[in-house]
């Protein structure tokens, strides 16, 4: 019996080790994930900031708003709407 009882509180404690070892690994995934979704959030934003660039520097050299909506794959209009300042 006291066998028994040694051998389950052995395997509790090693289970108690596993489940802090999961969570552990858990909140590192978490974190991992946090910081794959920051990162790409920040390309995102980067990404539509270079877009605006280039289609004033598109305007200015005198694209047309067919021509940016085109690029865009999107109506002349729609491209106008969102980027247009002229």
């Known amino acids: 019996m006291e ?3 040694s051998y389950f509180l052995e395997v509790s404690a090693g289970v108690s080790e596993l489940n802090a070892l999961d ?3 858990r909140e590192t995934v978490a974190e991992s994930m946090a910081a794959r979704i920051e990162a790409t959030a920040q390309m995102r934003d980067a990404a539509a900031a270079m877009v605006t660039l280039c289609v004033d520097q598109a305007r200015s050299a005198g694209l047309t708003w067919r ?3 085109d690029s865009l794959h999107t109506s ?3 491209a106008q709407q969102r980027y247009g300042r002229d």
Request: proline share 8%; glycine share 8%; charged share 25%.
């Open 76 to 78: 002349p209009q729609a």
């Open 23 to 25: 969570s552990d690994f």
């Open 67 to 69: 021509q940016v909506g």
């Open 3 to 5: 066998e028994r009882l």
